[in-house]
């Protein structure tokens, strides 16, 4: 993954976030062509495995538990229940699943053991696989990496100065480390962030920056824009104009010319007009499907329509990267000896002739 020298430091990349919108976009445009198929955007469901109860404070998310927004949690989604809706998911053109888990982090318990069921039951579909599970150590994104993860989605959500008005429950290198984790293990990293937070545009660029400074950039950058949810610190935020989203996914595009930006969280307050603009732009990829986790997102329906419109054609899995290979698991290897083992008991004490005792 390659960054544009022309554009590393703040200044430049101040400079070219505010040119005006149409030379942004004709830059972007022609970039975009360069290294992607203009023509190709991927669709990706996102489902949320574990929904609300979290501990963090994140001021924009309605699963933090110590927000009254009304969410009901659910815990774990067994297996075969992900796998219905990837499944169902695929029939409807997404050839990603995105599995986010409301947690602080990943905990080597039997929930992740189960994550880690879904990942491999979900990579088998052929689907690029991608969770987002909150902070995770080496040892577990080697698991994930093994089961068949082929993205792991960790958003930096917006610049390091701006980041404390945000969040105060974890540390902007907090997740930086998760990210390094992700990267260690071989799993492609997927990180992005929110505009619309009352933050400046400086920290929209201070966002690009933290990216520019890494080894290695992200290969997916989502952008959202902040949905106000009631309930949350964030609920009195107007929403911001379409043309600051079309700005973002630009200056991104340029700044990160290998990566697939991701128009994210946001697009039910656009309108076609500008989605188009995003993908003119370089957008590579959408959600779809009628909700976000846990917010509003266009139907699969009316997204066809507008790829029918536009003339794009949904990306197919794996175009950016080979299907991870999967390896056995051995905390689950030995679950499942385990279990035929104790089966085998059962069997065998349920066939054991009855003693007849003679007097
Ligand atoms: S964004 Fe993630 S970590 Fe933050 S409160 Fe929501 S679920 Fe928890």
Redesign the pocket.
């Known amino acids: 993954m390659k960054v544009n020298p022309n554009y590393n430091t703040k200044e430049t990349l101040l400079a070219l976030y505010n040119k005006p919108l149409l030379e942004l976009v004709f830059e972007a445009a022609t970039i975009h062509r360069q290294y992607h198929n203009p023509r190709e955007v991927q669709m990706s469901s996102l489902l949320s495995i574990k929904t609300g109860g979290?501990s963090?404070?994140?001021g924009y998310?309605p699963?933090?538990a110590r927000y009254n927004t009304g969410l009901e949690a659910h815990k774990l989604m067994t297996v075969d229940s992900v796998i219905e809706q990837a499944k169902n998911a695929k029939a409807n053109g997404s050839s990603r699943l995105c599995m986010g888990a409301?947690?602080?982090e990943v905990r080597d318990n039997k929930d992740f053991d189960s994550v880690v069921e879904m990942v491999q039951a979900v990579n088998d579909l052929d689907m690029e696989v991608c969770c987002t599970l909150?902070m995770m150590n080496e040892d577990q994104a080697k698991r994930l990496k093994n089961a068949g993860l082929f993205a792991y989605n960790h958003n930096l959500d917006t610049s390091k100065d701006y980041y404390k008005d945000v969040?105060s429950t974890r540390e902007y290198e907090d997740r930086l480390q998760t990210i390094e984790n992700a990267r260690k293990a071989g799993i492609t990293v997927c990180s992005g962030g929110i505009i619309g937070m009352g933050e400046a545009i400086e920290d929209r660029v201070g966002l690009l920056m933290s990216y520019m400074e890494m080894e290695t950039p992200p290969d997916s950058i989502p952008i959202n824009a902040l949905v106000a949810i009631e309930g949350t610190p964030m609920e009195d935020q107007k929403p911001i104009e379409q043309w600051e989203l079309i700005r973002m996914v630009a200056t991104t595009r340029i700044a990160f010319p290998e990566s697939v930006v991701r128009l994210s969280a946001g697009r039910t307050k656009m309108s076609m007009e500008g989605q188009a603009l995003c993908f003119m732009a370089g957008a590579g990829s959408i959600f779809a499907g009628d909700k976000l986790l846990t917010t509003p997102n266009p139907e699969f329906n009316e997204d066809k329509e507008m790829f029918d419109i536009l003339g794009l054609i949904p990306k197919q899995a794996f175009a950016d990267g080979e299907k991870p290979v999967t390896q056995p698991d051995p905390i689950i290897e030995a679950k499942k000896e385990q279990a035929a083992a104790r089966a085998k008991e059962l069997e065998e004490a349920s066939f054991q002739p009855r003693k007849i005792t003679v007097e």
């Open positions: 979290c963090e404070d994140c998310c699963q933090a409301a947690w602080r909150g969040i």
